[in-house]
């Protein structure tokens, strides 16, 4: 879990090191003392404080009481107690493909520790002249949250994140989504938006014929409808193509998107077979994170396994809960991801979190138990409910606007089209 100098984001604690126990120590601490339901997640183990530190210094990371992601959720409104009452930050809000979106609070630092986890997931994308995100521009996103608010806060769409993090890659950036003022392209993917085609293909042509390095990322909901859009066209990239295909969006629903299932080994056939992709098992890869973590753990694509293999972020301890037994999964079984990590919690008690949603499979183990490659991540059966919704200030008598729906309703007047 330790970060080097170079890893560790400006104003992060600095990580022990014997493995940062005292930076999880100060972090977990502080969300003793502040958060009622970690307070109660203890009490219901018979932990008091000192027990906490016990179990931090003699390694037993495990057993460290955890939150379940389902706090963070907008359903039962608890969110508002993972949040640090006297921390200055921004509400992210995930785009949820479960349909009940996640609320966490992030100072100025907690963004700054998100973006490096997922600098730290893209060091396997190589140097690249072209990156081309299979979603709107930040702009547009940033103009469109101003229209979001959570208890009167302003928010963000944690979707932004991972697009800044990008940005600090690469300058020549495209992106697939435009605003469409008229809604002219009605059923659109992503309601308020336009698929530019034209901008894909175009991009595509000019990069194979200068010999240009291309990256395409995020969501293969998203990528899926691009690689559509080339019809019978075909390319030769060789090497010089990289696909990364995180956000989710595998089950065919992304946010309010609606589509069919995403099959992988077909998926990634298709993507061989019309840029040219040489070596799938280096060229291919998905991003797994989660608002509630604020980390970001990234895996080539297996063709043997027809999934893709997750390398665990250096920044983060990650283990596999059996719901059976409540203690780590071992190899070849599966189990709840439990992310354990000191940084990025400073506005939210994300210390130590189950994304209770989620399953995983163990791949490959560290002595203590803790994780080091997964595969297999699926939902849990059961989880998440239908209609996404958040309350804007506007309409905070109770009235549930579907988020991207709201994006688009208001996308006039936030948008600048010149």
């Given at each position: 879990m330790t970060m080097d100098a170079a890893q560790r984001p400006a104003g992060?604690?600095?990580a022990a090191p014997d493995d940062g126990c005292e930076a999880l120590a100060t972090a977990v601490t502080?969300?003793?003392g502040w958060c009622r339901p970690y307070r109660e997640a203890c009490r219901s183990k018979g932990f008091v404080l000192g027990d906490l530190y016990d179990l931090i210094d003699a390694g037993?990371?495990?057993?460290?009481?955890?939150?379940?992601?389902?706090?963070?959720?907008?359903?039962?409104?608890?969110?508002?107690?993972?949040?640090?009452?006297?921390?200055y930050g921004r509400w992210l809000v995930s785009s949820s493909t479960s349909g009940n979106p996640s609320f966490r609070l992030a100072t100025p630092q907690d963004r700054g520790c998100i973006r490096q986890a997922f600098l730290a997931a893209y060091e396997k994308i190589p140097d690249h002249d072209v990156l081309f995100f299979m979603t709107?521009?930040?702009?547009?996103?940033e103009s469109f949250s101003r229209g979001i608010r959570v208890d009167g806060r302003q928010a963000t769409m944690?979707?932004?994140?991972?697009?800044?993090?990008?940005?600090?890659?690469?300058?020549?950036?495209?992106?697939?989504?435009r605003p469409d003022r008229d809604r002219s392209c009605q059923p659109a993917l992503l309601p308020g938006f336009r698929q530019d085609d034209a901008r894909f293909l175009r991009v595509l042509d000019e990069a194979e014929a200068s010999g240009a390095v291309?990256?395409?990322?995020?969501?293969?909901?998203?990528?899926?409808?691009?690689l559509e859009a080339c019809g019978d066209r075909t390319y030769d990239f060789g090497?010089?193509?990289?696909?990364?295909?995180?956000?989710?969006?595998?089950?065919?629903?992304?946010?309010?998107?609606?589509?069919?299932?995403?099959?992988?080994p077909r998926f990634v056939a298709d993507l061989v077979r019309v840029l040219g992709i040489r070596n799938p098992g280096r060229q291919i890869l998905d991003i797994y994170s989660s608002v509630e973590t604020g980390t970001a753990h990234s895996g080539y694509y297996n063709t043997a396994l027809g999934d893709y293999v997750f390398d665990v972020n250096p920044g983060a301890r990650l283990y596999a809960i059996a719901p059976e037994t409540g203690e780590p999964a071992g190899n070849g079984e599966t189990g709840i991801p439990r992310t354990i990590s000191p940084f990025g919690a400073e506005g939210a008690a994300a210390a130590v979190v189950d994304q209770e949603d989620d399953s995983i499979r163990v791949l490959a183990s560290n002595r203590d138990g803790s994780v080091r490659q997964f595969s297999g991540i699926s939902r849990v059966p059961g989880a998440g409910i239908p209609?996404?919704?958040?309350?804007?200030?506007?309409?905070?008598?109770?009235?549930?606007?579907?988020?991207?729906?709201?994006?688009g309703r208001h996308a006039v007047s936030y948008l600048d089209f010149a």
């Open positions: 992060a604690p600095a502080r969300q003793f037993d990371y495990a057993a460290l009481p955890s939150l379940p992601s389902g706090l963070f959720k907008r359903t039962g409104g608890r969110y508002r107690e993972m949040a640090h009452p006297w921390r709107p521009d930040p702009g547009s996103l944690y979707a932004i994140e991972p697009i800044h993090a990008g940005l600090d890659r690469c300058a020549n950036v495209f992106y697939l989504y291309v990256v395409l990322a995020y969501s293969a909901l998203f990528l899926r409808s691009a090497d010089r193509i990289i696909v990364a295909t995180g956000g989710g969006g595998w089950s065919g629903r992304k946010a309010v998107s609606q589509a069919e299932p995403i099959d992988k209609g996404l919704s958040v309350w804007m200030e506007e309409d905070w008598d109770g009235c549930p606007l579907d988020l991207l729906e709201m994006v």
